[in-house]
């Protein structure tokens, strides 16, 4: 039990110590908790959207919007936020000096991703609450599968980001990836076009990428249904596809 203590002890130390910058880093809060609320607010904010569509099942576009502000919650975490800090440290050489002390890189790396996916939670959490409370959009109502959905899909996020911080040897690279993936992301989550209004044959391609699936299964658990297998599966592979690439190709130094 000894061994435990002494080994856990600097691990705290590193997660305590993150969280400290981590809330310093106005531009992380604003992505992941304040940008997927602000877009909810202007987009309810318009009387069309908060009109019955037919072309939608019979919900709202503000309804609709919802899922696809919790994804945005993610994609500002995994894809922006956390990969150029990672490859700052890198980049500076933290993670190089790390490795001679009892701190491992990995706890760093660790420490990262707990406190962006606590901090995607709690982003997709506040777009729940404030669809709620600001435009009556009703909460999931099949809790269990939204809550094993929105599981596979922070861990899609940050697994992608971990990738990206695996082959970036540069902030501004770091940077540049995000920037080109972050794109196609939201196009995917629904944020031009809601993936249950795309046509048939697009939603159908857009529902074989992790965010694309991800919005599906949100909106289905959010009618009431059971997310599809086939989607839960599409965001399976996709975690443990990222995952092994970011383990394998990551680099400490």
Known sequence: MSTAVVTNAPNKAVLKAEFTLFRREAGSLIGILLFPIALLV????????????????????????????????????????????????????????????????????????????????????????????????????????????????????????????????????????????????MFCAGVWVPVQAMPDALAHIVELTPFGAAAQALNQATAGDRPGWSHLVVLAVWAVGLSGAAARWFRWE
């Not at 000096?97 to 890189?105: A, D, E, L, Y």
């Not at 971990?162 to 501004?172: D, E, G, V, W």
Request: proline share 6%.
């Open 42 to 185: 202007i987009l309810g904010s318009i009387p069309s959207f908060r009109e019955v569509d037919s072309g939608l099942g019979g919900i709202r576009l503000v309804d609709a919007y919802v899922p696809v502000t919790v994804l945005l919650a993610m994609i500002a975490g995994g894809i922006q936020s956390m990969p150029p800090i990672i490859t700052g440290y890198r980049e500076r050489g933290v993670l190089r000096r790390m490795s001679t002390t009892p701190v491992r890189p990995s706890a760093l790396l660790s420490a990262q991703m707990a406190i962006h996916g606590a901090a995607i939670v709690l982003g997709a959490a506040l777009c729940l609450a404030v669809g709620r409370i600001a435009f009556d959009v009703a909460l999931p109502r099949q809790l269990p599968g939204y809550l094993v959905a929105l599981a596979l899909s922070v861990v899609v996020a940050l697994a992608l980001g971990a990738l990206i911080a695996s082959r970036a040897r540069t902030t501004k690279i770091s940077n540049a990836i995000g920037t080109v993936v972050f794109f196609p992301a």
